[in-house]
């Protein structure tokens, strides 16, 4: 069964700093994998899809890396700002309906 | 605007009541989902359907039910409101074809059940 795991729960970073947000995965046999952005109340913002074949993807500050033989993606933020505080949900379709398997979450503060 | 669009934003119910979340898409998507979010974790998948007149359960799709008689509407149906189900509510759709996986969601129904 896939489970996604997101390390870490929660991050305070002061403004300007890149980071970088950490998503795992069970099963290596995925279709794509896409990351999410979450404000408080709101619902999702898709951010980077990123298919099976394809190493990563950028999206001006956002860049997100796929290694599915050790069943990984990272989300870069580069140069960030109060602004990126969110939090951030990465997820793998189940299989080819496409239903999503989330993982928890990573809760990201950027200090001014 | 295109989009998902969820009604009602805020609920309050007493158990053992009934409601419907309703969730509409304008996109002409095939694809459509019910997930639910417990406070600080990932969304659950609930129900889905893959076109008109046809719907699957998901990963926690007890004490709910759902129905999809148009592509642009997909409502959930909550029975018998147990405390259980307090949650928050998304609805998704998603197209079809290789530039369209990616998924499209609604702003959320915040469901309360006393």
């Known amino acids: 069964k896939q489970e996604v795991t997101q390390i870490p729960a929660a991050l305070s970073v002061p403004e300007g700093e890149n980071l970088v947000l950490n998503c795992s995965f069970t099963?290596?046999?995925?279709?794509?994998l896409q990351w999410f952005r979450q404000d408080p109340g709101k619902g999702l913002t898709s951010l980077l899809l990123i298919q099976s074949s394809q190493r990563e993807q950028t999206s001006g500050r956002l860049n997100a890396s796929l290694d599915k033989s050790s069943g990984r993606s990272t989300l870069y933020i580069a140069a960030s700002q109060p602004g990126d505080s969110a939090t951030y949900l990465c997820?793998?379709?189940?299989?080819?309906?496409?239903?999503?398997?989330f993982g928890s979450g990573t809760r990201l503060l950027v200090r001014p | 605007n295109a989009g998902v669009t969820q009604t009602p934003k805020f609920r309050i119910l007493k158990i053992g009541q009934s409601m419907t979340l309703q969730c509409t898409q304008d996109?002409?998507?095939?694809?459509m989902y019910w997930y639910r979010q417990d406070p600080g974790m990932g969304l659950k998948l609930i129900y889905y359907s893959v076109g008109a007149g046809i719907t699957d359960k998901g990963e926690v799709p007890n004490g709910y039910n759902v129905s999809r008689s148009t592509t642009e509407d997909f409502p959930l149906r909550l029975e018998l409101a147990a405390p259980s189900q307090t949650s928050v509510y998304f609805c998704a759709s998603r197209g079809q074809g290789a530039v369209n996986y990616g998924y499209t969601f609604g702003s959320g129904t915040r469901l309360t059940v006393v």
């Open positions: 996109m002409n998507h095939n694809y």
């Open positions: 099963d290596s046999a995925i279709y794509n």
């Open positions: 997820a793998v379709p189940m299989d080819s309906s496409y239903k999503l398997i």
